[in-house]
């Protein structure tokens, strides 16, 4: 069972675990600031990432559960979202190759975004 984080900032109990890792493990591999959208981060999980997961769970008194242990070792990759009202979601990918096609278009369409707001702003 993945375990639901109740109310609050994350969704998932390991979602918390995978953002502390991009906070504090050094910087993710991708990252954008959003004005309007707030923060992402691409994080590719090695094995470092994955160990300081663990031993994240493990000083908040934590245990995983074999099904989050199982996404842990299964996902390559994931895509963290903190949202402007500071909820954070997460997607995890199997593939790092997915999490990237999915980083690209994210980054397309706040590329799109910011264009749509230029041009907003000519107009004034």
Same mark, same amino acid.
């Given at each position: 069972?993945?375990?639901?984080?109740?109310?609050?900032?994350?969704?998932?109990?390991?979602?918390?675990?995978?953002?502390?890792?991009?906070?504090?493990?050094?910087?993710? /591999?991708?990252?954008?600031?959003?004005?309007?959208?707030?923060?992402?981060?691409?994080?590719?999980?090695?094995?470092?990432?994955?160990?300081?997961?663990?031993?994240?769970?493990?000083?908040?008194?934590?245990?995983?559960?074999? /099904?989050?242990?199982?996404?842990?070792?299964?996902?390559?990759?994931?895509?963290?979202?903190?949202?402007?009202?500071?909820?954070?979601?997460?997607?995890?990918?199997?593939?790092?190759?997915?999490?990237?096609?999915?980083?690209?278009?994210?980054?397309?369409?706040?590329?799109?975004?910011?264009?749509? /707001?230029?041009?907003?702003?000519?107009?004034?």
């Amino acid at each position: 069972m993945i375990r639901s984080y109740g109310p609050g900032k994350f969704i998932k109990v390991i979602d918390e675990y995978a953002y502390e890792a991009c906070l504090n493990q050094g910087t993710p /591999d991708e990252e954008i600031s959003h004005e309007g959208f707030g923060w992402f981060a691409l994080l590719i999980l090695d094995e470092s990432a994955r160990r300081f997961i663990r031993e994240f769970a493990e000083d908040e008194k934590d245990e995983l559960t074999s /099904d989050e242990d199982g996404l842990l070792d299964d996902s390559e990759a994931l895509v963290l979202h903190e949202r402007s009202d500071g909820i954070v979601v997460v997607d995890w990918y199997d593939h790092a190759s997915e999490a990237h096609a999915a980083w690209k278009e994210l980054e397309e369409e706040l590329a799109d975004d910011e264009d749509e /707001d230029e041009d907003d702003e000519g107009d004034e």
